[in-house]
């Protein structure tokens, strides 16, 4: 069953900014671990950023410092704001909640995030 959705994604020149939302409805959100990950093409899913309960991150090696997620548990919302984009970034984006360090329910749609000039 399918717990989050994602949007904010669209169409960034190198260098561009986005700001991604990861939106939630069950009243246990704010216990979540939340994920953001993105599946390139002819790629496997891979973990961006991860946002514990408490506000503890971590990064891929591949965004840190221009990737920051961040959460608003009264809104129910996970929010990953990219900067410096590269076409390596080029992806859909995904997040979800996780337990034992896995992705927990099942994926939504995602949001396409292009970089291209």
């Known amino acids: 069953q399918v717990q989050f959705a994602e949007s904010g994604g669209g169409l960034v020149q190198p260098g561009g900014s986005l700001t991604l939302s990861c939106t939630g409805s069950?009243?246990?959100?704010?216990?979540?671990?939340m994920g953001w990950y993105r599946q390139a093409p002819g790629k496997q899913r891979e973990l961006v950023a991860r946002i514990g309960s408490g506000g503890s991150t971590l990064y891929a090696d591949s965004v840190k410092g221009r990737f920051t997620i961040s959460r608003d548990n009264a809104k129910k919302t996970v929010y990953l704001q990219m900067n410096s984009l590269e076409s390596a970034d080029t992806a859909v984006y995904y997040c979800?909640?996780?337990?034992?360090?896995?992705?927990?329910?099942?994926w939504g749609q995602g949001t396409q995030v292009t970089v291209s000039s």
């Open positions: 069950r009243s246990t959100f704010s216990t979540y671990v």
């Open positions: 979800n909640a996780e337990r034992y360090g896995a992705p927990y329910f099942a």
